[in-house]
Structures are given as structure tokens and as C-alpha cells.
């Protein structure tokens, strides 16, 4: 399979992005390899002119919105953070089965690396105005409940469906577009 035909079509604009797990082998059922990733979100927040307007981590992919001037080096400096962290974790705790897989499933043009861990493309999708904001939104916080995991999206506890509920998540979204008539 060729490269992504999805691209960023509107720089600084928000975008709905997946990325997945290579072979959507499930990684995120440690704490440990969700909480790299959401460090890697608020960092990019913190230091960067990154919004984070949602997100849910499954398993194996997550979901996000995201808006940043520089959308594509933002995502890419992510995600190669956030798969050399985790392939550290998974090598220091030994999780053989699971490495074994990133390699043997690498991509033959990854030359540079032994592992392989996100499946290359976000499908970034532009969001042009808030009634797609709000519809991707809604998929994503539904996403778990879709799968028959929980009842309710505000039980996920990797999501920001409790922010748009007015409690406290594990990282803050910006909720400052989203009025809560």
C-alpha cells in the first residue's frame, strides 16, 4: 500500500487526525505507554503553538483534533518522540512479543531504524467550521462506546470527553471556542 492520499490542506487550521499502532498491535493497554503520549501532548501545548481541542487513546490508535501553524512538523516530531519512547519502555521492560512484531512488520524502506511503531499517515482531515468540530468530537469521545468498552464516554478514562463535560481530564484541551449553552 502506497502513501497516504490525506494531506493538510489548511496550515493553522484543525484538523482530525488517527494514528495507528503498526499492524494495530495493542500497545495502549499499559498506563505507562498512554502516559507517554499524553506527555508528549501537554509538552507540544506547553512549548509550541499546538491545540489540542480532543483526543481519545485506544488500545491500538488514537484520535485527536489538533491545530498548529506548523500541523505536519508538529504531528512528525510527535510521533517519532513518542514511538522511540515507547520501543525504550518496551525494550527496558523486556516485552519481547511485542517488539519482535515492530520489527518484523517494519516497512523494507525503514532502513534507518530496527522498529517500526505508528503506521505511516494521520488521514489528517480539515475541519472547516464548528459543526464539523463538534461532529468529529463527538466521534471520538463515542469511539469507546461504539467499541463496547463503556456506557458513557465520560467513564474512558483516556479522552477528553470529561473536559467538555466541565471536569477535570488527565491533560486540558482548549475548550475556548466551544460555548456550553
Not at 505507554?33 to 509538552?43: K, N, P, R
Request: aromatic residues 14%; hydrophobic residues 35%.
Amino acid at each position: 500500500m502506497g502513501r497516504s492520499r490525506y494531506r493538510i490542506v489548511q496550515d493553522n487550521a484543525p484538523h482530525f487526525m488517527t494514528c495507528t499502532v503498526l499492524e494495530w498491535l495493542p500497545v495502549f493497554t499499559r498506563q505507562e505507554t498512554v502516559q507517554i503520549l499524553l506527555e508528549a501532548f501537554t509538552f507540544r501545548q506547553q512549548n509550541h503553538d499546538f491545540r489540542l481541542y480532543g483526543y481519545v487513546i485506544l488500545e491500538n490508535h488514537l484520535h485527536c483534533i489538533i491545530q498548529s501553524p506548523e500541523l505536519q512538523k508538529q504531528i512528525q516530531h510527535w510521533k517519532s518522540y513518542t514511538a522511540r519512547q515507547i520501543i525504550d519502555y518496551l525494550q527496558a521492560k523486556q516485552v519481547h512479543p511485542l517488539l519482535k512484531k515492530l520489527a518484523y512488520y517494519k516497512k523494507a524502506h525503514k532502513t534507518d531504524r530496527e522498529y517500526q511503531f505508528w503506521e505511516e499517515g494521520t488521514h489528517p482531515q480539515w475541519l472547516q467550521n464548528e459543526a464539523m468540530l463538534l461532529e468529529k468530537l463527538e466521534y471520538i469521545h463515542n469511539n469507546p462506546v461504539k467499541r463496547g468498552y463503556i456506557d458513557d464516554p465520560l467513564h474512558w478514562r483516556y479522552s477528553s470527553a470529561r473536559n467538555y463535560a466541565g471536569l477535570e481530564g488527565l491533560i486540558p484541551v482548549y475548550t475556548e471556542w466551544w460555548s456550553r449553552d
